[in-house]
């Protein structure tokens, strides 16, 4: 295990009121020590406190004994692999998580997300959009936190949306069809969104992908099914005849809930 580094002593001049919020720790779980060592650097310079593991059995009793804000792990390790983590975490705790999945790999993606994990990002990645992701997920969760002071930082609230059935929170990343909730991972969330907030009109994939992901980020048209596919099943658990998102084939997709 690699513990990450604690923050640097406080400079002269250094203003103590300042240092009394602390820092989210984002605990991150992966083999690969060059992965560990840059994203702890990336992490660590947008303000979050970092504790690094190299394996599935050291992390598992630390995230339970010590748990982080948020963990990320990949998918493919010695001793304990993540999905065997997830697995055994989720046995005793809604720490939100973050999977590392290989490129292209949707069985990787399904697994993961029917664990609980709270999304997933695909290797190689964008440490900006990992950033991105890691804020969404943590203002989603905040709020389970009872008396917890805000810890992200403050900005204005966006409007919620309301489109027939369907009911979306930006600020917290909730969804609700019918007055029943719909449990999405941000990038699903963000794909719905841009969808519902224009129905009727026809977003194409490309469209879709700038909604959900950064502009240094490439993702293939195949992803995008996916998530749709993934965000229709969830639908239908709480709505048999959900039917409102619409594929016109070769064009893309819209959301129409008359």
Excluded: C
Aim: charged share 25%; hydrophobic share 45%.
């Amino acid at each position: 295990m690699i513990e990450g580094a604690s923050a640097d002593p406080a400079p002269v001049g250094h203003d103590p009121a300042a240092a009394e919020a602390p820092r989210l720790q984002i605990a991150l779980v992966d083999d690969d020590r060059n992965i560990l060592t840059t994203v702890s650097i990336a992490l660590q310079a947008e303000g979050f406190a970092t504790r690094l593991y190299t394996d599935g059995e050291t992390a598992l009793k630390a995230l339970l004994d010590n748990p982080p804000d948020l963990a990320v792990f990949d998918i493919k390790m010695p001793k304990m692999d993540g999905m065997e983590l997830l697995r055994r975490l989720r046995q005793n705790s809604a720490l939100p998580v973050i999977f590392l999945t290989s490129k292209d790999d949707e069985s990787d993606e399904e697994a993961g997300l029917e664990l609980g994990a709270d999304d997933y990002i695909a290797k190689p990645f964008s440490l900006r959009l990992l950033v991105a992701r890691i804020r969404a997920i943590l203002r989603r969760a905040e709020p389970l936190v009872p008396g917890a002071a805000p810890s992200i930082s403050p900005e204005p609230a966006p409007p919620t949306l309301t489109r027939g059935r369907l009911f979306m929170d930006p600020a917290r990343h909730q969804v609700t069809w019918a007055g029943q909730p719909v449990s999405l991972t941000v990038t699903e969330f963000l794909i719905l969104e841009a969808l519902a907030i224009r129905p009727g009109v026809i977003k194409s994939r490309n469209q879709l992908m700038d909604a959900a992901y950064p502009d240094d980020v490439f993702v293939d048209d195949r992803t995008v099914d996916s998530h749709i596919k993934r965000m229709r099943r969830k639908f239908k658990v709480v709505d048999n005849s959900f039917d409102a998102i619409d594929t016109l084939y070769g064009a893309g997709y819209s959301f129409t809930d008359g």
